[in-house]
Nanobody, 117 residues
Framework: QVQLTESGGGLVQPGGSLRLSCAAS????????MGWYRQAPGKGRELVAT???????LYGAAVKGRFIISRDNAQNTVYMEMNSLKPEDTAVYYC???????????WGQGTQVTVSS
């Protein structure tokens, strides 16, 4: 089995920054895509950002220009630098990976990010 360990969430004031990390461990077989999704209260889960093994990045429209995703392939870890945070960024942020030939989908348990003064 594959486990995802997320860290870095918390409470921050509007305009502030946070850095999320997600480390994959266990029976990992060639991670193709790593990324982050979020879910705010009363809303569906939405894409924040993804990054392929080759470094291609895709950002959701709401965060483009403010968030930066990166990954360390040797450490099976994905990071997300979140800048200029807004109250509407408040959500539970979930790490996601696709690995193996079949593109198995694995989700983290989520980390809360709250942007409030």
């Amino acid at each position: 089995q594959v486990q995802l360990t997320e860290s870095g969430g918390g409470l921050v004031q509007p305009g502030g920054s946070l850095r999320l990390s997600c480390a994959a461990s266990g029976s990992i077989d060639s991670i193709s895509v790593m990324g982050w999704y979020r879910q705010a209260p009363g809303k569906g889960r939405e894409l924040v950002a993804t990054i392929t093994a080759g470094g291609y990045k895709l950002y959701g429209a709401a965060v483009k220009g403010r968030f930066i995703i990166s990954r360390d392939n040797a450490q099976n870890t994905v990071y997300m630098e979140m800048n200029s945070l807004k109250p509407e960024d408040t959500a539970v942020y979930y790490c996601n990976i696709e690995h193996g030939a079949a593109g198995e989908d694995v989700w983290g348990q989520g980390t809360q990010v709250t942007v409030s003064s």
